[in-house]
Structure formats: C-alpha cells, structure tokens
C-alpha cells in the first residue's frame, strides 16, 4: 500500500505532533497543574476539558487521513468488530474481575498509609471532589477511545502504509510514541505506560479490532484515576 501525497502530509503532521508537540505539552500542563492546583480550584477542571479535547480533535485528524486516502478504509484501522461476542464479553468479565480485586488491595494499602504502586505518577491527575471525579471518568472513556483509535489504529497503518514496515516493527513504534506521550509520568510512570500499551497493542494485532482493546484502555484509566484511592494522609489533607 503506498500513500497519497495528501495523506503522506496528513500523517506526518499528526506523528510529529505525537511524537514531539503533544508530549512536551502535556509535561508543560500536568507541572502548571501541580503548581496551582491548590491554589486554583478551576485548574484540574481545565486541563482535564483541554487534554480531552485535544484527544478528540486527534481521533478526527485520524479519521481523515482514512476518509482521504483511498488505500484505507475503517477496518485497516480496527474500526470492525472481529470477535464474536461471548468472546469479548468474557474477556471483560475477566478484566473487571481482576480490576475489582485488584481496587480492593489498594485499598487496603492505602487505608494503612502504605505505598500504592504506580500511584506516584499521576498523583496530580486523582479526584479531590465528586466534580472532579466526573472529569476524570470523563478523560478515561475519551482516552480508551481516541488514543486506541489514533496510536494503535492509525499509527501501526501509517508504519505499514508509509514505510513499509511489518506489522510488528509498526506496532513497536506506534507503541514508543504512545508512551511518549505519557512524557509527564517521568521514567517510572512511562515504564508502566510500555507494559500496559503493550498488551493493549497484543489484544489489538490478535484480533483485529480495536473494541477490546478500547474497552480495556477505558477500565484501566477508571481504575487508575477514578477507583484509586488516596493514601490515608491525603484525605486527612484534602477532607472538607
């Protein structure tokens, strides 16, 4: 499959910014946020409208560069339902079962004032009020979506499409631009970002669809930023 020239310009703007604009941006506004946010009680509710829209507006870049480019079509992409569905619905079970268990252990850690894993990275990111916990269950169904659609989709079509790359090489730089794009985590939190992005992209090159992959990408944010909870000295901080 070779490109258009329009879709060749289309690509390369959206992986640039990917790959160099969207993480040094995020970094700016996730450290703006840990400065002013107890300063600013609109500043969390801000970044998280913005950090959504920007995923969207990428989603529908990504759907454009498919409407133009005649070599494309919805299922190069994943947008098509592959498996049947006892076989998604039991995976989801399966996941929600392991999420529950795995909520309730942190739990534990946390009422105990002990160290909750992976919490650190996006400390800044965890729902202080019921308001807040709105947005961020608003910015994980977003990101399951858009990000699944835009860096496993598009970006592994692009590498194929474009260079000519195999599906697996596609499929390890798309990766590496999505955890570039977690720039704002620092090195351990990106860490975590590689081992999850990349069942995520295992999911979606086993099955040819996106819909698990989205779905998992979406629990895993909820769980993240709506079901973690804070340490015990942090609501002691924050209560009332």
Do not use: C, N
Not at 139 to 165: C, P
Not at 218 to 238: C, K, N
């Amino acid at each position: 499959m070779s490109f258009t020239p329009l879709t060749l310009v289309l690509a390369v703007v959206l992986v640039g910014y990917l790959a160099v604009v969207s993480p040094l941006l995020g970094k700016r506004s996730y450290d703006k946020l840990a400065r002013t946010r107890d300063q600013d009680p609109t500043a969390y509710r801000r970044m998280f409208t913005f950090w959504s829209a920007e995923l969207w507006v990428l989603a529908a870049v990504a759907l454009l560069v498919v409407a133009v480019e005649p070599g494309l079509d919805a299922a190069d992409i994943g947008l098509v339902i592959k498996e049947s569905l006892d076989t998604t619905l039991g995976a989801i079970v399966g996941f929600l079962v392991a999420a529950a268990a795995m909520v309730l252990v942190l739990r534990r850690l946390a009422a105990k004032g002990k160290f909750v894993p992976g919490r650190q990275a996006v400390s800044h990111l965890l729902p202080r009020t019921t308001a807040e916990r709105w947005y961020a269950a608003g910015l994980s169904v977003t990101a399951g979506i858009t990000e699944e659609i835009v860096y496993r989709g598009l970006l592994i079509a692009i590498g194929m499409g474009a260079l000519g790359l195999s599906e697996e090489v596609a499929a390890v730089g798309a990766l590496a631009v999505f955890v570039a794009g977690h720039l704002y985590q620092g090195w351990r939190g990106m860490l975590v970002v590689t081992l999850l992005g990349a069942t995520l992209t295992s999911l979606y090159l086993r099955s040819g669809s996106l819909l698990l992959p989205i779905v998992v990408h979406a629990l895993i944010d909820l769980r993240g930023l709506v079901l973690s909870p804070l340490p015990r000295r942090e609501v002691v901080e924050h209560a009332g």
